[in-house]
């Protein structure tokens, strides 16, 4: 079955400090991919998605995620956190050829960031 | 986002208990998803909709039925709560583009049961 791996269960920096969390996916086909954001008490909210092009992705609040398919990842960076930034966060993937629209979550990644 | 929402936000009940979740969306979207979120799992799927006449099983649709009752519109029911049915439950809605689709997620209910 596919699956997708945050292996960052909880993370806690200091602000101004940079940030990687690690995603990986078992599945082999195209994918797309997505990170989302939960503020604490609020909903998840699309941080980025990859879909084609550029491995690059860039979005919003200043994350930005790097695919590399030959190591099946695509993990979230930022060069500064704020405490703004503590949240939980949830890496995704759906097929690329699926009309499913079945989309497999991480387990998600706690991030504390410290004033 | 205020284009999908959930009622009721917070609810306690008992064990036996029937119980039903609703959504709403005015984004005009055809998919419809209902997922329960728990602690260290993620985000699991418990059953989809692509239209008011298809209804799909998730991973985790024991315990739990939906009805579409139009294309805004997405019900979620536990027929008889038990305790481990506590979770925060999600709705969500994407248009439904094979492939590059995108889910957009309500603000969550929050269900216990004692």
């Known amino acids: 079955a596919q699956s997708v791996s945050q292996h960052n269960h909880h993370v806690i920096l200091s602000e101004a400090a940079s940030l990687e969390l690690g995603c990986n996916y078992s599945y082999g086909g195209t994918v797309n991919l997505f990170w989302y954001v939960q503020y604490p008490g609020q909903h998840l909210q699309l941080l980025l998605k990859y879909f084609s092009g550029d491995p690059l992705v860039k979005g919003i609040k200043g994350f930005e995620a790097e695919f590399i398919k030959s190591k099946f990842s695509f993990n979230l960076r930022k060069p500064s956190v704020q405490w703004s930034d503590t949240a939980e966060y949830f890496c995704?993937?759906?097929?690329?050829?699926?009309?499913?629209?079945?989309?497999?979550f991480g387990q998600g990644t706690t991030l504390q960031v410290k004033p | 986002d205020a284009d999908v929402t959930q009622t009721p936000r917070n609810r306690i009940t008992k064990t036996g208990k029937r119980i039903m979740l609703e959504c709403s969306q005015t984004?005009?979207?055809?998919?419809m998803y209902w997922y329960r979120q728990d602690p260290g799992l993620g985000l699991r799927l418990i059953y989809y909709s692509f239209d008011v006449k298809d209804i799909n099983k998730g991973e985790i649709s024991d315990g739990y039925s939906v009805s579409r009752q139009a294309q805004a519109k997405f019900s979620l029911s536990l027929e008889s709560a038990i305790p481990n049915q506590t979770a925060l439950y999600f709705c969500?809605?994407?248009?439904?583009?094979?492939?590059?689709?995108?889910?957009?997620f309500g603000p969550g209910t929050r269900l216990t049961v004692l």
């Open positions: 984004k005009g979207h055809d998919r």
């Open positions: 969500a809605t994407s248009r439904g583009l094979a492939g590059t689709d995108t889910q957009y």
């Open positions: 995704a993937v759906i097929h690329g050829s699926s009309n499913t629209g079945k989309l497999i």
